[in-house]
């Protein structure tokens, strides 16, 4: 088992690591629109999901893995009324590669975030 951690991604804002790894898959920890010095983006649910993506690749790319090994992922939004719109800037960065996903709507996210996502994928 290998913890993975970067500069790239905020840092975690309590007892548990951006990832790990074990043998050849990666496990993030849900990634809110935080951005790598941990400043909340402003702006609407578009903002926050492609300030999601960048920490994912971020913490994908230092385990040796990327969005194209992306095998599962899990999005929790805070308003079901807004998921066309997370779905739109979600399929940008999955477009021709579409990982198993599971979507839903939760009370509340860390920070008052709109959306935090988190993945499973191969490492290379």
């Excluded at 230092?62 to 066309?84: P, Q, R």
């Excluded at 800037?89 to 477009?95: A, C, I, N, P």
Aim: aromatic share 8%; net charge negative.
């Amino acid at each position: 088992m290998k913890v993975i951690q970067t500069n790239q991604a905020p840092a975690a804002i309590g007892p548990y690591s951006q990832g790990i790894t074990v043998n050849n898959l990666f496990y993030s920890s849900g990634q809110i629109p935080l951005t790598a010095e941990g400043a909340m983006i402003e702006g609407d649910v578009k903002a926050q999901t492609h300030q999601v993506f960048k920490n994912l690749q971020a913490v994908l790319e230092e385990a040796g893995a990327s969005l194209n090994t992306v095998v599962k992922a899990t999005v929790f939004i805070k308003d079901m009324n807004e998921f066309s719109a997370i779905n739109e800037v979600y399929g940008e960065y999955f477009s021709t590669h579409k990982p198993a996903r599971s979507c839903v709507e939760v009370a509340r996210l860390p920070k008052d975030a709109l959306v935090e996502i988190e993945v499973v994928a191969l490492v290379k």
